[in-house]
Nanobody, 120 residues
Framework: QVQLVESGGGLVQPGGSLRLSCAASGGIGGLFSLYTMGWYRQAPGKQRDLVASITVTSNTNYVDSVKGRFTISRDNAKKTVYLQMNSLKPEDTAVYYC???????????WGQGTQVTVSS
């Protein structure tokens, strides 16, 4: 069974930055480098949506609302995926999760997520 542990969230003012981390462990073994990984977010009362993904060759994809502000990266040796978030806006407030992405959907059970709150 794969465990995903997200961290790095917090309260930040509009225009601020945060760096999220997601460490994978358990059944993923040495296969982490073979998988597309993604960051999702879920705002109160809304569905969980994929906002950024990174392939095995480190090609990245972002939803329009975060393009130019967020950067996803990965460290395969550490089995960790990161999300650098700059120029944060109140509408970025959500719980952020990571997961393996396959055919546009999440594969593993969700971790606990990390709360990001953007407010003055």
């Amino acid at each position: 069974q794969v465990q995903l542990v997200e961290s790095g969230g917090g309260l930040v003012q509009p225009g601020g930055s945060l760096r999220l981390s997601c460490a994978a462990s358990g059944g993923i073994g040495g296969l982490f480098s073979l998988y597309t990984m993604g960051w999702y977010r879920q705002a109160p009362g809304k569905q969980r949506d994929l906002v950024a993904s990174i392939t095995v060759t480190s090609n990245t994809n972002y939803v329009d609302s975060v393009k130019g502000r967020f950067t996803i990266s990965r460290d395969n040796a550490k089995k960790t995926v990161y999300l650098q978030m700059n120029s944060l806006k109140p509408e970025d407030t959500a719980v952020y999760y990571c997961n393996r992405v396959r055919d546009g959907t999440a594969v593993y059970d969700w971790g606990q997520g990390t709360q990001v709150t953007v407010s003055s």
